[in-house]
């Protein structure tokens, strides 16, 4: 393990942060970490990196014990980047000098720090920059002279701090695939954290779901997914509805309709499913196992409508991604298709 976290706990006060997580990251993973604000994400990135102490607990990076009891290794002795989302540039430096400075303070000399900056600004293709202040780039640019200074430490360990929060929607996608191409060139385990589920899919090879300083569910993006461990999981990963089913002899029934749900074991009655819009499908009245419904609420994506449906038997209203157009108050038919037995 390249990241090994063994009961870790962190209180303010008497609200604990960080709640007796444990967790094992892969030598070069990807590891993201999702939740909603006071979750403890940062909390723990700050653990990690020893800009906070834990109250117990145990922390090892590439096999050394860096938080254990009795013991705290310095934050600069633990061979960590450390991207923000403030991107934390040097306003009175230029972009080379930006890169080239942690390299100086580990002591490097000026030229030889100044080579490894430009070389890993070529990695981010920032080159006719080099001599730019931070004021003079675009939030896009500032943000890969942040990510080639973390380059340039040429540590074991990153981790991100909500790096691309600051950027216009354009640009998270377009530097998505751009992150990636940093933790491939790298070379190091990078954890990151975000608000942005989605953004999270798309780069880690793992992603945690967090709560009340600790993690719900760990696993592949595609597992959390398709199979949340929990309701408070399926509700807060993706688009959905959490709907009661009935489970009779190896049967889901939803609104007395039978329903082809994944994950079918556990007790029987009443029970909960994860309904996705994928799952979903809008068909002619006379199909059998059609659910009548009504539009509450559609939105217009480009190419496709999110619709809010509501059906006579079902609590939650239902999501959809529809190729036509409908407006709130139109009658739509819909067959489920599909779902997720939600663990009992």
Request: with cysteine; hydrophobic share 45%.
């Amino acid at each position: 393990m390249s990241i090994r976290i063994t009961n870790l706990t962190k209180r303010f006060g008497s609200h604990p942060a960080v709640d007796d997580l444990s967790v094992d990251i892969a030598a070069d993973e990807f590891f993201a970490i999702v939740g909603a604000s006071g979750c403890g994400k940062s909390t723990l990135l700050r653990l990690i990196a020893g800009l906070e102490a834990a109250d117990s607990g145990q922390i090892r990076l590439h096999g050394a014990a860096v938080t254990a009891t009795g013991l705290h290794v310095a934050p600069e002795a633990r061979n960590i980047g450390f991207v923000f989302q403030s991107y934390a540039l040097w306003p009175h430096l230029d972009v080379r000098g930006n890169v080239a400075f942690p390299a100086e303070t580990a002591g490097l000399t000026r030229a030889e720090a100044r080579a490894r900056a430009d070389r890993h600004l070529a990695t981010v293709a920032l080159t006719p920059f080099a001599d730019r202040r931070p004021a003079e780039l675009s939030g896009g640019q500032r943000q890969r002279v942040a990510l080639a200074r973390c380059l340039a430490q040429e540590a074991r360990t990153i981790l991100m701090d909500e790096p691309l929060a600051n950027l216009d929607p354009h640009l998270r996608t377009a530097m998505e695939g751009e992150l990636l191409q940093f933790h491939k060139t790298a070379g190091a385990t990078t954890i990151y954290i975000t608000h942005d589920q989605r953004e999270a899919m798309a780069v880690a090879d793992r992603m945690a779901v967090m709560a009340a300083g600790r993690f719900l569910q760990v696993g592949p993006p595609a597992d959390i997914y398709d199979a949340p461990a929990s309701e408070a999981v399926a509700r807060f990963i993706g688009q959905g509805a959490v709907v009661d089913v009935e489970l009779r002899s190896g049967q889901a029934r939803l609104a007395g309709t039978p329903l082809p749900l994944r994950g079918l074991s556990g007790p029987e009655g009443k029970r909960r499913a994860m309904l996705r819009p994928a799952d979903l499908a809008p068909c002619p009245a006379d199909t059998p196992g059609a659910l009548a419904g009504r539009v509450t609420a559609a939105l217009y994506r480009g190419g496709h409508s999110e619709a809010s449906v509501t059906v006579d038997g079902i609590d939650t209203p239902l999501h959809l991604h529809l190729t036509q157009r409908v407006r709130p108050g139109d009658s739509l038919h819909i067959l489920a298709q599909g779902g997720w037995l939600i663990p009992a």
